[in-house]
């Protein structure tokens, strides 16, 4: 059987310039943050971005891999407005596609069952269809309903943050919500995973927590081990956000906000490098999980 | 009550209390309010005349006592349910069980809402807010009532909202052949008064003012018409009201609400 595992540096090589690529997670929350501080690093370039965004959106946005972002918001939380998005848009220099959070992940769900959309009344009565150039069918039975068709979200890769995975590419997701997760690897032509923990036979060590695996193997085409990889978004259970990264982040959007000129602090040369600026991996497990 | 407790019940308890109040008889729902004032509301709401309410720790996980907003220990509540954004639409949202109470960045006379941006253009706006969340949907869908802190023109906009996040009354909008029937926009609550939707063709009509509030200094902060109901001074909580509230919120997040912590009587 196939061995999945892969460096983070052979994901991004699997990518190219243009493709569209999911994010999984919320906000501030299970974003594979790895990967993404893998994709500014790279020279790749002309991105649509399909996600709930957080600090990923933000990131991509500032470094200019942006070339469309499809969204329903993006947001830090505790810092409601993300800063280095929020100058993107102002300044007009990315596409974008905004949703209503529910018609998103309707989007993903079409695009997983091969389906050129899927019936919604989301969406009616507010600027969302007219702004985004979603058109509308009438239901052929006699109620003959007027609802809007919520195009495939079609994923050329999906990058997801899970908590455990094997070899083979079983993935287990635990901690309280994985939100929608599931649905970016079955929207995705590729999906690659980042893991907190990586065992070789997961049946083998975890043979209790079957119901955790969320979606199944053949929806996994790489399996990076990347322990605290979502750093700085929250992982429970193993751990929370990091707002004072966050409040450093955002700070360094202010005047002049060069991107340039702070993203080490943010990307690092390396992994390797960015996980000891931020104080290791105990530092990371030290961080408290966020009360709501 | 007293009339020392009177004296001491701030502006933003009434607030509460007033907003805990749309949250009444509404049946076995998801009450979700967002914000202190709001998620105070729902609480208790649930904790007094509505126990049948449904609502999460914010997170994940439905409660049957509600978790005081603010810090506090990550255990500290006992899950009787379980409903993660996972699947939030299938169970709350789409199916129309649900009441959010919310605060957007601006509300016109047909009640359309607007948090996505504001002036400019879609692909260039002057002022990137949130994005539309899940407002297109939870307007269409169930009810919905709203909490301002400071009752201004800037929030209550003359014409129309900068871009249309939530579905409102206004004919215009509605694409012909459309479901609009589960459209119920209900309660505002501000730091002057209370609204409704009971006006002619869903007008928004101001029901009760604030102790000290006249309609006069409300339209005056408000961008379009207002129609007048009854006009009833809006009731202040009582010690047990109160009590429920500062065990929700024992660090006195309700304190930053409005401009100044104003008591609810002026004085």
């Known amino acids: 059987m196939l061995d999945k595992r892969m460096t983070m540096e052979d994901v991004v090589g699997q990518l190219s310039d243009g493709m569209t690529i999911g994010i999984g997670g919320w906000g501030p929350r299970r974003k594979p943050m790895a990967l993404i501080r893998a994709i500014l690093r790279s020279d790749l370039k002309d991105l649509t971005v399909v996600a709930y965004g957080g600090a990923d959106v933000g990131m991509l946005c500032a470094a200019g891999k942006v070339k469309k972002l499809v969204f329903a918001f993006v947001s830090l939380d505790t810092i409601p407005l993300e800063p280095w998005f929020r100058k993107a848009r102002e300044a007009g220099a990315i596409e974008v596609l905004e949703l209503d959070e529910g018609m998103f992940q309707w989007g993903l769900k079409a695009a997983a069952f091969g389906l050129p959309f899927l019936p919604t009344r989301v969406g009616l009565g507010t600027d969302l269809a007219e702004l985004g150039g979603l058109k509308t069918v009438q239901s052929p039975y006699a109620d003959g309903e007027t609802l809007v068709a919520m195009p495939a979200l079609k994923l050329d890769a999906a990058l997801i943050h899970v908590n455990r995975s094997d070899w083979r590419g079983n993935v287990h997701l635990f901690g309280a919500d994985s939100y929608y997760d599931e649905w970016f690897a079955k929207a995705a032509a590729k999906t690659y995973v980042s893991c907190e923990e990586l065992v070789d036979r997961i049946e083998d060590h975890y043979p209790d927590d079957a119901q955790l695996n969320l979606f199944e193997r053949c929806f996994v085409s790489g399996v990076v081990h990347m322990p605290c990889g979502a750093h700085p978004s929250s992982m429970p259970p193993a751990y929370g956000w990091d707002m004072k990264a966050f409040k450093a982040y955002a700070d360094a959007a202010r005047e002049p906000g060069d991107w340039a000129a702070v993203a080490d602090r943010f990307v690092g040369t390396t992994e390797q490098a960015y996980l000891e600026s931020i104080g290791g991996k105990e530092a990371v497990a030290a961080l408290p999980l966020p009360i709501f | 009550m007293t009339d020392v407790t009177m004296t001491e019940v701030t502006l933003a308890e009434l607030c509460i209390f007033a907003c805990s109040e749309a949250f009444r008889a509404n049946g076995e729902i998801i009450a979700t309010g967002v914000g202190p004032v709001p998620r105070l509301a729902a609480s208790l709401a649930k904790l007094t005349h509505s126990p049948e309410l449904m609502m999460t720790d914010g997170e994940a996980y439905l409660v049957e006592q509600p978790v005081p907003i603010g810090p506090r220990g990550y255990d500290e509540r006992k899950a009787s349910g379980y409903l993660p954004f996972s699947r939030f639409f299938d169970s709350a949202v789409w199916t129309g069980?649900?009441?959010?109470?919310?605060?957007?960045?601006?509300?016109?006379?047909?009640?359309?809402?607007?948090?996505?941006?504001?002036?400019?253009?879609?692909?260039?706006p002057k002022t990137q807010m949130l994005g539309v969340r899940g407002f297109p949907g939870n307007t269409i869908y169930h009810a919905n009532s709203f909490f301002f802190p400071m009752h201004t023109a800037r929030t209550f906009v003359s014409g129309e909202v900068d871009m249309v996040s939530g579905v409102g009354y206004n004919p215009a909008k509605r694409v012909p052949g459309g479901n609009y029937s589960d459209v119920d926009l209900r309660m505002i609550v501000t730091n002057l008064c209370v609204m409704d939707f009971g006006g002619t063709d869903n007008a928004i009509r101001v029901v009760s003012l604030h102790p000290g509030v006249t309609f006069e200094e409300?339209?005056?902060?408000?961008?379009?018409?207002?129609?007048?109901?009854?006009?009833?001074?809006?009731?202040?909580?009582?010690?047990?009201?109160?009590?429920?509230?500062?065990?929700?919120?024992?660090?006195?997040?309700?304190?930053?609400?409005?401009?100044?912590?104003?008591?609810a009587r002026r004085g």
């Open chain 2, 97 to 124: 069980r649900r009441h959010a109470m919310v605060t957007p960045t601006q509300l016109d006379r047909f009640g359309q809402i607007n948090l996505s941006y504001l002036g400019g253009t879609y692909d260039k």
């Open chain 2, 218 to 263: 409300v339209q005056e902060a408000t961008g379009f018409r207002l129609e007048k109901g009854e006009l009833t001074e809006t009731p202040l909580p009582g010690a047990q009201a109160l009590e429920i509230i500062a065990s929700l919120d024992p660090h006195n997040i309700r304190a930053s609400v409005i401009k100044d912590n104003p008591p």
